[in-house]
């Protein structure tokens, strides 16, 4: 059993958003075309409360329940079987989804009979990298979708060098194109 996963694709991290990640909105239709491929789909939500100390290192961002939190409108949010909250304390920045607090991650995956995770979303250097790390070292075989991430780079070469760090770690880099070519799509399965 195989899931997608799409982190954080929510609209404080897209162009005009609080903390928007360069080309953010440009994985969501690879999003959208990936999704009729698998059987599962879960996605996580940065969700922060208004006080936190994750706000003394970035502008504030996906606060709980306000519209920055809300998925990108494009992505097709009726296709996700389950949403995973992160970054929910004021302690800490909860940047894996692995820390979600409304649903344990690996519990539900191994729940599910999943066993291959297919990571897209925002943003490559910090919660996709986090939620990476945190798969592999819980056992999953991960994928990352190299043109279905984009990264804040805060430091230029930093969403590179959080795709080397993951590839190293036991990732393995693909491209939508070729999960696409790779698997034959259903006959009229792209609405
Ligand atoms: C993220 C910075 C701060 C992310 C979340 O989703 O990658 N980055 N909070
Ligand atoms: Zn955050």
């Known amino acids: ?24 909105d440009q994985v969501v239709p690879v999003i959208n075309r990936l999704m009729d491929h ?21 502008p504030p961002h996906c606060v709980q329940g306000t519209p920055g939190a809300e998925f990108h409108p494009a992505l097709r949010a009726d296709r996700i079987d ?9 302690r800490d920045d909860g940047y894996s989804a692995f820390e979600a607090t409304n649903e344990n991650l690996a ?5 599910h009979g999943v066993e291959e995770l297919y990571v897209t979303g925002l943003a490559t250097d910090y919660c996709v990298r986090a939620t990476v790390l945190d798969a592999l070292r ?17 430091s230029p070469g930093d969403g590179e060098r959080a795709l080397e760090e993951m590839r190293r770690a036991g990732a393995i880099l693909v491209t939508s194109e070729e ?13």
């Open 82 to 90: 389950q949403v995973f909250l992160k970054g929910t304390g004021n």
């Open 1 to 24: 059993m195989k899931a997608l996963f799409i982190v954080d694709v929510q609209n404080d991290f897209c162009p005009g958003g609080a903390l928007p990640v360069p080309e953010g």
């Open 179 to 191: 999960l696409l070519s790779a698997q034959e799509a259903p006959q009229g399965a792209s609405a």
């Open 38 to 58: 698998f059987p599962l789909v879960l996605a996580s939500k940065d969700w922060h409360p208004s006080e936190t100390v994750h706000f003394q290192k970035w």
């Open 107 to 111: 519990e539900y995956l191994r729940r």
């Open 138 to 154: 819980e056992g999953f075989r991960t994928y990352v979708v190299t043109d279905a991430v984009r990264a804040v780079n805060v």
